[in-house]
């Protein structure tokens, strides 16, 4: 999709009032609500479905979250005009149901609404949900300890993702994730007599890692790990970090084939549908115009490079289900799974249907499927120049505005320039609009490109880029400069503050993160319910 230049005046969005949108969250049809404030603000407090769509990069993701430009949407901000700036650009993109919450957020919370903190905030609800009307056993961090410590047979499978295990991990785990736990458990779990502990960073992954293992029907005693590492820090007990692990998984037909039986089982009794790629083809080509169809590639990078289905998008299915709003942006839409072994289909299936999605697994062959994945808005590509070039146009009275991160601007940005981004262009000190040439680095270029397109409607100055971002300007030896306490704390709208340092020992920041996660139950309560289909 390229951006389209759509003048303010041509623009006619409709404004929605929290009765409205509260309406249309309970009512049928496609819905993306798309919260348009970067990650710090949003995960400060929004509504409950809401999906997370920066307007500093919306147009690089909205093809993605939401690939159908006729999908009804609904903006939302602080009530500051973002959501007005946002429905603009997708107009442009040919975007056509496009309405805003008047009053944003806090016209939400004024209606008696819930708002709810951090992100991927539905899935851990779920997740806390599912713990409460299953009675996922756990264990605490001592008693692991002191069985892993004795002669006790035990097996730790951690469900994170492999890049956060190599980070820490409670010592003696294997590097399992989520929705490899059942195609793999034979592999790893050698008797029926070992207990097993699903681990991950806090509660909700290792929940729905034990509980997927229990609902697979597997021998031995499952349980998850309480507070997961923080639980295990909390209680004064070092991780270890390192590498992983690898094993042969195919050394075994038998392991494969009980993992497979255990999966179908799971399908038929959740009531999981499997289709053929005839029937995605018809939904991708007959539908698409009216339903929004994502397919989901749930295997790793090795297996979809041996055998790539091209253009379905990549998504481990443990993640998946704990942060569906980092893929999914149009609620009540449907639901593809694709992997090669039926097992990850399956397992990540039966939980999003409990999540309340429509999802189906792809069973049979694929060799005629072909998946048009939608591409983000191109804005217009400006001008990039070399650092050198660069150094030459700040002395003749250009001005140099840094697009990265907030955390990385304090940690070293081009001597000079200034931090901003796209939300906070029009606070710009009117002295620096007025520079002949404005001058932006950005570690990706599509960021700047969008920079740009709302800067040219502000000043008429010359924007460039510089080829590189900050990367190559340091690299060629060019004045820099680390700025700890700029920009202050109160304008890193970016950065999410809230429990940020519960990875880095903070006690009280842990503990204040598993008390949030343990009380989501009950504030969906009182937001009348998340929609969740648990299956007794």
């Not at 991160?405 to 939300?423: C, D, M, N």
């Not at 040219?456 to 990367?471: H, L, Y």
Request: aromatic share 6%; net charge negative; with cysteine.
């Amino acid at each position: 999709m390229n951006i389209a230049s759509v003048p303010a005046a041509h623009i006619s969005t409709r404004l929605m009032d929290a009765s409205q949108l509260r309406a249309a969250l309970d009512g049928p049809g496609e819905l993306a609500l798309l919260d348009v404030r970067e990650e710090g603000t949003f995960g400060e407090g929004h509504l409950f479905f809401a999906v997370n769509a920066p307007y500093s990069r919306l147009e690089i993701s909205v093809g993605a979250l939401v690939p159908r430009t006729g999908a009804r949407i609904v903006l939302v901000d602080d009530g500051e005009g973002i959501a007005d700036l946002s429905a603009r650009r997708l107009a442009g993109l040919g975007y056509t149901d496009l309405a805003v919450l008047s009053g944003g957020v806090p016209a939400w919370k004024v209606a008696g609404h819930q708002l709810f903190k951090s992100v991927n905030s539905r899935s851990k609800a779920f997740a806390e949900v599912v713990e409460h009307a299953f009675h996922t056993p756990d264990i605490e961090a001592a008693e692991l300890h002191r069985l892993l410590h004795s002669d006790a047979d035990v097996v730790v499978l951690d469900s994170r993702t492999p890049e956060e295990f190599e980070r820490f991990h409670v010592p003696g785990a294997v590097s399992c994730p989520g929705a490899d736990l059942a195609l793999k458990f034979d592999t790893f779990v050698t008797s029926a007599d070992q207990l097993v502990v699903v681990s991950c960073a806090g509660r909700t992954r290792g929940i729905i890692g034990a509980q997927s293992l229990i609902d697979a029907g597997v021998p031995n005693r499952v349980v998850a790990l309480r507070g997961g590492t923080q639980g295990w820090r909390l209680a004064g007990i070092d991780l270890d970090a390192g590498g992983i692990d690898v094993f042969d998984f195919e050394s075994t037909s038998a392991a494969g084939a009980g993992a497979r039986a255990r999966a179908e089982a799971v399908r038929v009794r959740f009531g999981v549908r499997a289709v053929d790629q005839a029937q995605v083809a018809r939904w991708l080509t007959e539908e698409a115009a009216t339903r929004t169809t994502y397919v989901f590639d749930l295997r790793d990078r090795q297996e979809r490079e041996a055998a790539p289905l091209p253009g379905a998008i990549p998504a481990p299915g443990g993640q998946l289900v704990q942060a569906l709003d980092r893929w999914v942006g149009v609620q009540r839409s449907r639901i593809v799974l694709v992997d090669d072994d039926g097992v990850r289909a399956r397992m990540t299936a039966h939980w999003l249907i409990q999540l309340g999605e429509e999802v189906h697994v792809l069973d049979g062959p694929r060799d005629r499927l072909r998946f048009a994945r939608p591409d983000g808005g191109a804005a217009p590509r400006i001008e990039s120049v070399t650092p050198g070039a660069v150094a030459a146009l700040l002395a003749e009275g250009g001005r140099a505005l840094s697009l990265d991160a907030s955390a990385a601007y304090r940690a070293g940005h081009a001597a000079g320039a200034l931090w901003t981004i796209r939300p906070l262009l029009s606070r710009l000190p009117k002295e620096v609009l007025r520079a002949p040439i404005l001058v932006l680095f950005a570690a990706e270029p599509a960021v700047a490109d969008l920079a740009a397109l709302d800067l040219g409607e502000m000043t008429p100055a010359r924007i460039v880029a510089v080829e590189g971002g900050f990367a190559a300007w340091r690299d060629a030896g060019l004045p820099v400069e680390a700025t700890p306490d700029t920009p202050p704390d109160a304008e890193r709208i970016d950065y999410l503050f809230w429990a940020h340092d519960r990875h880095e020992g903070n006690a009280e920041a842990m503990r204040t993160y598993l008390g949030w996660e343990e009380q989501l139950p009950a504030q969906v309560v009182a937001e009348g319910g998340g929609g969740f289909r648990l299956v007794p």
